[in-house]
């Protein structure tokens, strides 16, 4: 079993370098993907308070966790659980969660709608980005800079921020992602596997990252009736 695998390994004194204990196989993604969603409401009423009662954040700078994939979820609440990445709120969270409640939450949440709801606390959509900055993130994010080896966006997070076992980018706070990236960028984040985000970031400018983030954050062809707009899973 997978969990009881990590048990050990943490108990051995895993290198710091590893930076995930997830491996992605076939007992994994059943584990991941099996939760009851009923029960995920119930559990993650104790998430309302930050991440928002319908998955919507108030707060730019925490992430938004509605439609969000099953797996892109569960990993990070893995890593939360054994540090591999690291936050004073989430890890306690995070250690307190059984395997079946772990795929109860990310079941519950996969499942919420990603369209605007007059009941929702959202700070998204946000604003359009500046014309010069949403110029830098098309490119970045439909070609890459092949000069730089940085590959496009959309290749690991689809054409319209959305694609199955990589945390969706389509409906999330801008502030979140120009974190995030600054996070890879600095190594203070290092839970990626083979790297990809560590390496990308860091040879993206901050004038990069931060187009990007505000162009994710604006939320561009994800507004009700959008046919871009990502289906949930």
Known sequence: MVLAATAVLLKAGVPDRIPSLVSW??????????????QGMLLAKRCDHCHGAEGFSAVASIPNMAGMNKLAIW????????????????DPIAESLSPRDEADVVAYYARLPVF????????????????????????????????????????????????????????????????????????SRANDINMPMRTIA??????????????YGSGL?????????????
């Open 202 to 215: 860091g040879l993206l400018a901050e004038d990069e990252r931060r187009a990007l983030a505000e162009y």
């Open 116 to 187: 605007t709801d007059p009941q929702d606390n959202r700070v998204f959509p946000q604003s359009r980005p500046e014309p010069s900055h949403a110029a830098i993130a098309s490119r970045l994010i439909s070609f890459g800079d092949g000069e730089r080896g940085i590959p496009p966006c959309q290749a690991c997070h689809g054409p319209v921020a959305y694609r199955p076992g990589v945390p969706s980018l389509a409906t999330q706070n801008a502030d979140y992602v120009l974190n995030q990236l600054e996070a890879f960028a600095n190594r």
């Open 75 to 90: 990993k990070q609440l893995e890593d939360f659980r054994t540090h591999k990445r690291l936050s004073h709120a989430m």
């Open 221 to 233: 062809g994800l507004q009700p009736g959008s046919s871009t707009a990502p289906k949930n899973p």
């Open 25 to 38: 196989t076939p007992e994994t993604i059943a584990a991941a993907s099996s939760g009851d969603a009923f």
